[in-house]
C-alpha cells in the first residue's frame, strides 16, 4: 500500500468517527424515520453513480472508434465496479442499478420518490442544478452535497474522482442502523425487506473488494506525485465534511417532524 493511503487514512480518521458515530442514528426510532432518512439519502446513491460513471469516462474509451486508453489494469477496476453497481440483480433476480434498488426500497417503506424523481426529471429537461432542486424542493444539506460531487465531476481530474470515490463514499452507514433496519423487519417485513435487502447488497458488492479495487485506482492515477495527492487529501476531507452536513441536515428534519407530530 502507498505511505499516502496509510496517511489520509490516519488523517481523516476523526471526521470518519464523527459521521459514523454521528447522532443522527441514535435518533432514528421508527420506520416514518426511515422514510426521512432515505428521502435525503437517494440523493447521495444517485449521485455516486454520475461520480462512477464520470470516472468510466475518464479511465476507459466511450467514444467511437474506439482505441485503448489508459493503463488496462485501471480499466479493469473501473469496469468491474460500474458492473456492480449499475447492473446488480433485486431480491427476485431482476438486473436493475443501485439507485433503482433503492427507489424500490423506498416505495415499499412508503417513503416518498415524488422530489427526487422530479429532481431528475427537470435535471434532464434543464440540465440546470438550481432550478431542478427548485422544482423538487431538495433541503439545502441535499443540495450541498451534491454540488460537491459535481465540483469534483467537472474538474475532469480522474484522480480527484477517484480519492473522493474511495475515501468520501465508501461505505460510511454505521452497524448500528443496520441493527435498527434489522429490528424494524421484524415488525414491519413487507416495509422494511427491501431496504434490508438494499443494505445486504451493498456491503456484498460494495464492500471489501470493491474498497480494494478503488484504492488501487487511486495508487495508480496519483502514483508518486505530492502535488496530486495533496490535492486528493483536500477533496477527500471535504466530501467528508459534506457528508456530515448530510446527516446533520436529516438529524434536523428528523427531529422538526417529531416536534410537529408531538
Known sequence: MHPRITQIKTKIQPIREEIVNHPLFQEIKTIEDIQLFMQHHVYAVWDFMSLLKSLQRNLTCVETPWFPVGAPETRFLINEIVVG??????????RKSHFELYLDAMRQANASTNEILLFCKTLQETKNFDVSFNASNTPESVRNFVKFTFKTINTNKAYLQAAIFTFGREDLIPNM????????????????????????????????HHSHLAIEMTEELCGNDDELWNEAEEFIVASLEQRKLLWDGVLEKIKETSIQNS
Open 85 to 94: 453497481e449499475e447492473s446488480d440483480v433485486d431480491a427476485h433476480g431482476v
Open 177 to 208: 442502523f443496520y441493527s435498527l433496519v434489522n429490528e424494524l423487519k421484524n415488525q414491519f417485513p413487507d416495509q422494511i425487506a427491501p431496504i434490508k435487502y438494499y443494505l445486504d447488497r451493498h456491503i456484498e458488492v460494495d464492500g471489501d
